[in-house]
């Protein structure tokens, strides 16, 4: 009982009385247990289905068979699974990168200042043009028309 209450991170006593009934099992408790022990949560409460929860390579095979993944991948879950948050959030920043270097550059160009003088330009003559057409018309309107 020693052994089980220090796993659990609590006192002995505290799994005496529950084991009496004098103290009901918290949430808190089944959640520890199931994890520390692997233990399957249906059947800790209900003895019903398999009493372990299965192991974590036996998931990923699984996966990979029904996915039909290929052995690399498998490889590269086992190991992302067995990582830290650092070495994660390393993992996770290099992935990213790759999977961004395939993709096509979708950020605009830098324009320089050749495009900025020639768009320049461009909306100059265009405005000229204009000007000119809105005089040609205002010339038309104002001139008495021959009938």
């Known amino acids: 009982m020693g052994a089980f209450a220090d796993r659990l991170g609590v006192v002995r006593s505290t799994i005496s009385r529950m084991e009496s009934g004098v103290n009901k099992i918290t949430e808190s408790t089944i959640i520890t247990i199931c994890r520390v022990f692997n233990v399957r949560r ?56 790759v999977a961004q270097a395939d993709k096509p550059d ?24 204009y000007l000119r057409q809105k005089e040609a018309e205002v010339k038309s309107r104002a001139s008495p028309s021959t009938a």
């Open 42 to 97: 249906e059947w800790l409460e209900t003895g019903e289905g398999e009493m372990f929860e299965p192991e974590l390579e036996d998931l990923i095979d699984r996966i990979v068979r029904e996915r039909n993944f290929s052995p690399i991948s498998a490889q590269f879950i086992k190991a992302v699974v067995s990582m830290d948050d650092k070495q994660l959030a390393a993992v996770y920043q290099f992935v990213q990168a």
């Open 106 to 129: 979708t950020r605009p160009a830098q324009l320089t200042e050749e495009d900025y003088a020639a768009a320049d330009a461009v909306a100059e003559q265009a405005r000229s043009e």
